[in-house]
């Protein structure tokens, strides 16, 4: 039985003579770079081992482009960045065992800022697989198990022809929204086996689109329509589904004011006269919240660091537009629309009527200068300053990645990233390391642009190996290590809960003639120097290093 919906795709004379004689010397390793390229990928991640040789000696034979990073984790940091400027996969190559845990921490991250990842691990011989203790290199009980919590879903080829639909499946995964890592493995036998199999040629794994329900984005817009005090909080879904034109237009048509979480910065202009910028970590910004009667959360799920630390209490009714579901109504009760951001947007804008509000840019201009005047009474002019170096020295368009150090904490509620998708940090889990090696897959997608890095002297030893990597593909990243001796931000949080310090002093390298050792220019800045310095670094070609030698400190928080 046939029906008019069913597609019968007829291969070509030319398909069909490519089936009938198919390379010879062809593996396993083959079909997974093959399939790679089918589905669209032209740059992959990755570290060789030796059961997963197999498919690095298929990238000899391929088309597409490989960077290989030092540390498996660093690898899993560059794919995220890369999946997060795209918004399109970045295939990730790792060993067996030791390989393959070493990117979980990556793979954290990348599920946290929904960075859509594909991991593909070898494994032992399929003989070894299901458990038994047989000794092979690498061996685990269930390797599977200890990516399961992490990443969106997993996926197993035991046979050579399982590989492109196994490949095909997770792409599709990472791909839906909300976007997130995804993890493959495929045993060394399997990889290195001699196939007959025709070359995979294009394949399909078009994500659905996640569709809001009208009736809720109905009740949404008639909520907002008849507000007297909305307010938006935009949060990184904005940015991953490339909304930040139709959120502009919704908060201009119903005249509310918007607030970019941390994730989310760059959805709205920093100095629109409704923008509240990000001052998340603010109780005037809280308070204003709070009061709102109708507000809007886009793209977030209003977590720790989006809710003041959960101290934020909303009074009005809540709307939660969210692509993962496990968000909606998590933290907060209100209508929640499982939807991608920007079509659940477009709905909005479909239906919402203009809502005239002459008071709102007078309100908005009320609570920055609240919060101006509370972070100027702390006397933090230092870190402030280095700040607006690091603004001056920026181009608009490049990118920024930022690690866990107190600079970039003031970064996610104080600096101007200017344009979407161009600030990224490793807040959504927390991990050191994050921006180097991040930075370093961001100018894999562009090497005419420059990439900044951002890390303090802690987080980039867990990065220094990667400064061959830079010096390798010569790539432009400029990395600013802010150097204070230790573990900054530790070192506050003890002093303030315990009265001292413990285990937060570090003993580092001349981060400069490090540098210099593998061949990338370096220089020790001032503070009253670095914007000269920074920008001269960045718009040199290849890898630079600044040094800031400077003891920064977070100004006082709201929530406590």
Same mark, same amino acid.
């Given at each position: 039985?046939?029906?008019?919906?069913?597609?019968?795709?007829?291969?070509?004379?030319?398909?069909?003579?490519?089936?009938?004689?198919?390379?010879?010397?062809?593996?396993?390793?083959?079909?997974?770079?093959?399939?790679?390229?089918g589905l669209g990928a032209t740059t992959v991640f990755g570290l060789p081992g030796q059961h997963a040789l197999g498919m690095f000696d298929a990238l000899r034979r391929s088309s597409l482009s490989y960077v290989g990073l030092r540390v498996e984790?660093?690898?899993?940091?560059?794919?995220?960045?890369?999946?997060?400027?795209?918004?399109?996969?970045?295939?990730?190559?790792?060993?067996?065992?030791?390989?393959? /845990?070493?990117? !979980? #921490? @990556?793979?954290?991250? $990348?599920? *946290?800022?929904?960075?859509?990842?594909? +991991?593909? &691990?070898?494994? =032992?011989?399929?003989?070894?697989?299901?458990?038994?203790?047989?000794?092979?290199?690498?061996?685990?009980?269930?390797?599977?198990?200890?990516?399961?919590?992490?990443?969106?879903?997993?996926?197993?080829?035991?046979?050579?022809?399982?590989?492109?639909?196994?490949?095909?499946?997770?792409?599709?995964?990472?791909?839906?929204?909300?976007?997130?890592?995804?993890?493959?493995?495929?045993?060394?036998?399997?990889?290195?086996?001699?196939?007959?199999?025709?070359?995979?040629?294009?394949?399909?794994?078009?994500?659905?689109?996640?569709?809001?329900?009208?009736? /809720?984005?109905? !009740? #949404? @817009?008639?909520?907002? $329509?008849? *507000?007297?005090?909305?307010?938006?909080? +935009?949060? &990184?879904?904005? =940015?991953?589904?490339?909304?930040?034109?139709?959120?502009?237009?919704?908060?201009?048509?119903?005249?509310?004011?918007?607030?970019?979480?941390?994730?989310?910065?760059?959805?709205?202009?920093?100095?629109?006269?409704?923008?509240?910028?990000?001052?998340?970590?603010?109780?005037?910004?809280?308070?204003?919240?709070?009061?709102?009667?109708?507000?809007?959360?886009?793209?977030?799920?209003?977590?720790?660091?989006?809710?003041?630390?959960?101290?934020?209490?909303?009074?009005?009714?809540?709307?939660?537009?969210?692509?993962?579901?496990?968000?909606?109504?998590?933290?907060?009760?209100?209508?929640?629309?499982?939807?991608?951001?920007?079509?659940?947007?477009?709905?909005?804008?479909?239906?919402?009527?203009?809502?005239?509000?002459?008071?709102?840019?007078?309100?908005?201009?009320?609570?920055?200068?609240?919060?101006?005047?509370?972070?100027?009474?702390?006397?933090?002019?230092?870190?402030?300053?280095?700040?607006?170096?690091?603004?001056?020295?920026?181009?608009?368009?490049?990118?920024?990645?930022?690690?866990?150090?107190?600079?970039?904490?003031?970064?996610?509620?104080?600096?101007?990233?200017?344009?979407?998708?161009?600030?990224?940090?490793?807040?959504?889990?927390?991990?050191?390391?994050?921006?180097?090696?991040?930075?370093?897959?961001?100018?894999?997608?562009?090497?005419?642009?420059?990439?900044?890095?951002?890390?303090?002297?802690?987080?980039?030893?867990?990065?220094?190996?990667?400064?061959?990597?830079?010096?390798?593909?010569?790539?432009?990243?400029?990395?600013?290590?802010?150097?204070?001796?230790?573990?900054?931000?530790?070192?506050?949080?003890?002093?303030?809960?315990?009265?001292?310090?413990?285990?937060?002093?570090?003993?580092?390298?001349?981060?400069?003639?490090?540098?210099?050792?593998?061949?990338?220019?370096?220089?020790?800045?001032?503070?009253?120097?670095?914007?000269?310095?920074?920008?001269?670094?960045?718009?040199?070609?290849?890898?630079?290093?600044?040094?800031?030698?400077?003891?920064?400190?977070?100004?006082?928080?709201?929530?406590?």
């Amino acid at each position: 039985m046939t029906h008019d919906h069913d597609v019968v795709l007829k291969p070509t004379p030319q398909q069909t003579e490519a089936a009938l004689n198919p390379p010879a010397g062809r593996n396993g390793g083959d079909l997974v770079i093959e399939t790679l390229a089918g589905l669209g990928a032209t740059t992959v991640f990755g570290l060789p081992g030796q059961h997963a040789l197999g498919m690095f000696d298929a990238l000899r034979r391929s088309s597409l482009s490989y960077v290989g990073l030092r540390v498996e984790n660093n690898a899993g940091f560059a794919a995220d960045a890369y999946g997060r400027i795209t918004g399109q996969v970045a295939p990730l190559l790792l060993s067996t065992g030791p390989g393959a /845990l070493m990117s !979980l #921490a @990556a793979l954290q991250e $990348a599920a *946290a800022a929904s960075a859509p990842v594909l +991991a593909i &691990g070898s494994q =032992v011989p399929a003989a070894g697989l299901g458990g038994g203790r047989h000794g092979y290199l690498h061996e685990l009980r269930d390797q599977q198990a200890s990516f399961r919590d992490v990443v969106k879903s997993v996926h197993t080829a035991r046979t050579a022809s399982q590989i492109p639909s196994a490949i095909a499946a997770a792409w599709r995964s990472a791909l839906t929204a909300p976007h997130g890592p995804v993890w493959v493995e495929i045993p060394q036998d399997v990889l290195l086996a001699e196939t007959v199999l025709p070359v995979v040629t294009a394949m399909d794994a078009t994500p659905d689109d996640l569709v809001p329900r009208p009736e /809720l984005t109905a !009740l #949404a @817009a008639h909520l907002l $329509a008849g *507000a007297k005090r909305p307010a938006i909080i +935009a949060g &990184g879904g904005v =940015v991953r589904s490339d909304a930040s034109g139709k959120l502009l237009a919704l908060a201009e048509r119903v005249n509310a004011p918007v607030v970019t979480t941390f994730g989310g910065k760059g959805a709205f202009p920093w100095e629109h006269p409704l923008s509240l910028q990000s001052w998340l970590e603010d109780r005037h910004t809280t308070d204003f919240l709070e009061d709102a009667d109708v507000l809007l959360v886009v793209g977030s799920g209003l977590g720790e660091l989006s809710s003041n630390y959960h101290t934020f209490a909303p009074r009005g009714r809540v709307v939660q537009i969210e692509a993962d579901a496990g968000k909606l109504e998590s933290n907060h009760p209100g209508i929640g629309i499982h939807a991608d951001a920007r079509t659940a947007l477009a709905a909005l804008l479909e239906t919402v009527p203009e809502r005239p509000d002459p008071t709102a840019p007078q309100r908005v201009r009320e609570v920055l200068a609240q919060v101006r005047e509370r972070i100027d009474g702390q006397g933090r002019t230092l870190e402030q300053q280095v700040l607006a170096s690091v603004r001056e020295a920026l181009p608009d368009a490049s990118p920024s990645f930022w690690d866990m150090t107190i600079l970039a904490y003031w970064a996610w509620s104080a600096f101007d990233a200017r344009r979407p998708n161009t600030m990224h940090s490793a807040q959504g889990a927390g991990g050191l390391g994050y921006a180097f090696p991040a930075a370093l897959g961001a100018a894999s997608v562009d090497p005419s642009r420059p990439v900044l890095a951002v890390s303090g002297d802690g987080g980039a030893m867990y990065s220094i190996a990667e400064l061959a990597t830079a010096r390798q593909y010569d790539l432009p990243v400029t990395w600013l290590i802010v150097d204070d001796g230790g573990y900054g931000i530790l070192r506050e949080y003890m002093t303030d809960a315990f009265g001292e310090a413990t285990a937060t002093e570090l003993a580092r390298p001349d981060f400069v003639a490090l540098a210099e050792s593998f061949g990338v220019p370096a220089v020790r800045t001032t503070p009253e120097d670095l914007a000269a310095d920074l920008s001269r670094a960045l718009s040199t070609p290849g890898p630079s290093l600044v040094l800031l030698p400077a003891v920064l400190h977070m100004f006082a928080p709201t929530h406590a």
